[in-house]
């Protein structure tokens, strides 16, 4: 099967940066999150990558218990490669964010690959007045967020999940973060081919101007030649420009909530499944094509969606 010209879309459907108060259309509770995800893959995306809220007041929940009620309907409903956090909020120990993923031993996680700053605040005078819960206000104004990701804690995560077969997505928000990977890759901790999510316009990591992005590529390619596979995650207004950026330069894609709750200059989104839509049909218009779970299971190398924990 030649896999030539197949893009895979990723969706992240909820995340852990916008709060409910911010969309109606943010998948909050479990029956949302499942909801939003099985409309994103039956729109196109071969992986759905997921993250938990609570129940009470939507706040992101990295407990084992908080994905029981999500994996297993997804799972029985598509055949889309399930993605489990291990990024949880940036706010969180690295204890407590790994526990779904070696919990529930999944194809793939994801994993970020540096310690950095991680700054939401300016998001707090745009919403501040249509904010419901206090936890979102003392967490968007936050400006002291160090979202840690030592050497200590990436090698703990790579050998914890590594052994119960678990790839990874990994995340990385500057040029530094792809020289990290690099020292793991060249230690033999992590193989290829490597699924490199570069992120792009959250501040604390690297712009979003179509330089930062041929930047990155082009450094990824240096280090890594043939042994990765490269997507795109550009946050906010700058989505859909990357991930064409992505797609026409022969890259992978991820769309979602999680990144952008819009779907134009002032137009929320109305679900996962819209912006799934909207990536596809600038694929498509390339002359491309949509891989599916299968084609990406494939090209990731995964161990199948048989041999997880759920």
Same mark, same amino acid.
């Given at each position: 099967?030649?896999?030539?010209?197949k893009?895979?879309?990723?969706?992240? %459907?909820?995340?852990?940066?916008?709060?409910?108060? +911010?969309?109606?259309?943010?998948?909050?509770?479990a029956?949302?999150?499942?909801?939003?995800?099985?409309?994103?893959?039956e729109?196109?995306?071969?992986?759905?990558?997921?993250?938990?809220?609570?129940?009470?007041?939507?706040?992101?929940?990295?407990? %084992?218990?908080?994905? @029981?009620?999500?994996l297993?309907?997804?799972?029985?409903?598509?055949?889309?490669?399930?993605?489990?956090?291990?990024?949880?909020a940036? &706010?969180?120990?690295?204890?407590?964010?790994?526990?779904?993923?070696?919990?529930?031993?999944?194809?793939?996680?994801?994993?970020?690959?540096?310690? +950095?700053?991680?700054?939401?605040?300016?998001?707090?005078?745009?919403?501040?007045?249509?904010?419901?819960?206090?936890?979102?206000?003392?967490?968007l104004?936050?400006?002291?967020i160090?979202?840690?990701?030592?050497?200590?804690?990436?090698?703990h995560?790579m050998?914890?999940?590594?052994?119960?077969?678990?790839?990874?997505?990994?995340?990385?928000?500057? &040029?530094?973060?792809?020289?990290?990977?690099?020292?793991?890759f060249?230690?033999?901790?992590?193989?290829?081919?490597?699924?490199?999510?570069?992120?792009?316009?959250?501040?604390?990591?690297?712009?979003?101007h179509?330089?930062? %992005?041929?930047?990155?590529?082009?450094t990824?390619?240096?280090?890594?030649?043939?042994?990765y596979?490269?997507?795109?995650?550009?946050?906010?207004?700058?989505?859909?420009?990357?991930?064409?950026?992505?797609?026409? +330069?022969?890259?992978?894609?991820?769309?979602?909530?999680?990144?952008?709750?819009?779907?134009?200059?002032? @137009?929320?989104?109305?679900?996962?499944?819209? $912006?799934? @839509?909207?990536?596809? $049909?600038?694929?498509?218009?390339?002359?491309l094509?949509?891989? &599916?779970?299968?084609?990406?299971?494939?090209?990731?190398?995964?161990?199948?969606?048989?041999? %997880?924990?759920?």
């Amino acid at each position: 099967m030649s896999l030539q010209g197949k893009v895979v879309i990723t969706c992240a %459907v909820t995340g852990a940066i916008h709060t409910p108060s +911010m969309s109606p259309h943010l998948p909050v509770l479990a029956a949302e999150i499942t909801e939003a995800a099985i409309g994103a893959a039956e729109a196109g995306a071969a992986v759905i990558h997921l993250h938990a809220r609570s129940e009470i007041d939507g706040r992101p929940d990295q407990s %084992v218990e908080a994905f @029981r009620p999500i994996l297993g309907v997804i799972k029985q409903a598509t055949d889309a490669v399930l993605n489990i956090t291990t990024g949880g909020a940036p &706010t969180m120990s690295i204890a407590e964010r790994i526990q779904p993923a070696q919990h529930y031993r999944p194809e793939l996680a994801s994993l970020n690959m540096g310690t +950095m700053n991680f700054g939401l605040f300016p998001m707090l005078a745009r919403y501040d007045s249509a904010l419901r819960h206090q936890w979102e206000r003392d967490y968007l104004g936050n400006k002291d967020i160090i979202f840690r990701n030592t050497f200590g804690d990436v090698e703990h995560v790579m050998r914890t999940l590594g052994e119960g077969g678990t790839r990874f997505e990994f995340e990385c928000y500057d &040029t530094s973060h792809l020289y990290n990977l690099k020292h793991f890759f060249d230690r033999g901790l992590v193989k290829g081919p490597l699924f490199i999510q570069t992120v792009f316009g959250l501040m604390g990591g690297i712009g979003a101007h179509p330089d930062d %992005v041929l930047h990155m590529k082009r450094t990824a390619d240096r280090l890594f030649g043939d042994s990765y596979r490269w997507s795109v995650l550009g946050a906010g207004r700058n989505q859909l420009a990357i991930a064409a950026m992505s797609a026409a +330069m022969g890259g992978h894609v991820r769309v979602g909530l999680e990144d952008n709750l819009w779907a134009g200059k002032g @137009r929320l989104a109305e679900s996962n499944a819209q $912006q799934v @839509r909207a990536a596809r $049909q600038i694929i498509e218009g390339l002359g491309l094509e949509v891989a &599916t779970p299968g084609e990406a299971r494939e090209m990731l190398a995964l161990k199948g969606g048989d041999q %997880v924990n759920f």
